[in-house]
């Protein structure tokens, strides 16, 4: 479909602050949900592992456990209450099936199905067949990713709970450059957000209260903490974060220095050497591959299964994460009270 309209990316936006806010300091707002700030780590192998994924949490990031981890410790995870990802087989198995089913739930499960289209019919149906199986409460469903507005009523009336939006914007993804597709970020949040709205008020024959409503999490092209705080202004109700995480020193991604003859010397476990990290931090770097690449099919297959639409790349190392959870809390309360909002869930 050709659009006669013009779009906007991150870069073409601004917040525009309030007349006057009453809010006297920053710390009158809250940018937290349920005691997190509104962000995913993206569930790639060079953002989490099990080292690190008790540290974003820590610091108030909502970690995913990738895929290249065991699914016998995903699916662990999961019906534990905690995000981990699973493929489009892996979900048909183990939560669309009666003979797996478990009656008892100390927790809603939480599952992602990690799949780069989220335009594909057959992830709604099974997304539907969980929910009967296991009951709308007791099974939490994240899909993705979309790139169309309209896409977020199938989402509604399949029962997911959280979208993710955006394809081709990541940093290592290189769909939209081999195929095409894409949206640009700002307005395709917006739109999917004007859509929640019109669904809610207009079209809402589940009678889903606004709380109940398919979240939205913008995913990709995140370059700093502003296009955070902008992806949640223009309606998202978190933000998905893959490569920046990557170059925070505690990321599951290698840590190595490159010498002068252009080889690289690799480190473990060092992010608790403060001594070290003082000396070098600024000249470590960090492998960073999108979960398409062939390093990234590699880590979850063991080969390279599918054409790859994803790269790798060296990334320097630029903090760690209670540094980057510190600067981005700050910050988005510092935005919030530019526009006199004190309630995260009230800033799109």
Not at 8 to 24: F, G, K, R
Not at 62 to 84: Q, V
Request: neutral net charge; hydrophobic residues 35%; aromatic residues 10%.
């Amino acid at each position: 479909m050709l659009h006669n309209k013009v779009l906007y990316s991150y870069n073409d936006v601004m917040i525009e602050p309030a007349v006057l806010s009453e809010i006297n300091s920053r710390s009158e707002c809250n940018p937290f949900k349920s005691g997190m700030l509104p962000i995913f780590t993206a569930p790639m192998s060079t953002v989490v592992d099990e080292k690190n994924y008790r540290i974003f949490k820590k610091n108030g990031i909502i970690p995913i456990m990738p895929r290249n981890i065991s699914l016998e410790t995903r699916y662990d995870i999961a019906i534990k209450g905690n995000w981990a990802a699973f493929s489009l087989k892996e979900f048909k198995e183990l939560f669309c099936n009666k003979e797996k089913h478990i009656d008892h739930h100390d927790n809603p499960y939480k599952v992602l199905i990690d799949v780069a289209n989220g335009h594909m019919k057959h992830i709604y149906d099974l997304v539907r067949e969980a929910k009967e199986l296991h009951g709308k409460d007791n099974i939490i469903i994240m899909v993705g990713n979309i790139a169309n507005p309209k896409t977020y009523f199938e989402c509604y009336k399949a029962g997911v709970n959280f979208v993710r939006v955006g394809i081709g914007g990541g940093s290592v993804c290189c769909t939209t450059n081999c195929t095409g597709i894409h949206y640009p970020m700002a307005s395709l949040i917006n739109e999917v957000y004007q859509e929640k709205i019109n669904i809610f008020r207009h079209n809402n024959f589940l009678n889903k209260k606004w709380e109940e409503m398919t979240k939205i999490i913008a995913d990709g092209s995140i370059k700093g903490y502003s296009d955070v705080i902008k992806a949640l202004s223009l309606g998202s109700d978190y933000v998905m974060i893959g490569g920046l995480f990557t170059s925070l020193i505690e990321s599951a991604g290698d840590t190595f220095e490159i010498k002068k003859d252009g080889s690289k010397y690799y480190y473990e476990n060092i992010y608790n050497n403060i001594d070290f990290l003082n000396t070098h931090i600024n000249s470590l770097y960090k492998e960073l591959y999108g979960m398409a690449s062939n390093q990234g099919q590699i880590s979850i297959n063991g080969v390279i299964t599918k054409i790859p639409e994803g790269i790798s790349k060296n990334v320097p190392v630029t903090g760690t994460i209670p540094q980057w959870s510190e600067n981005m809390n700050a910050y988005l309360r510092s935005a919030m009270s530019y526009a006199n909002i004190k309630d995260i869930k009230d800033f799109n």
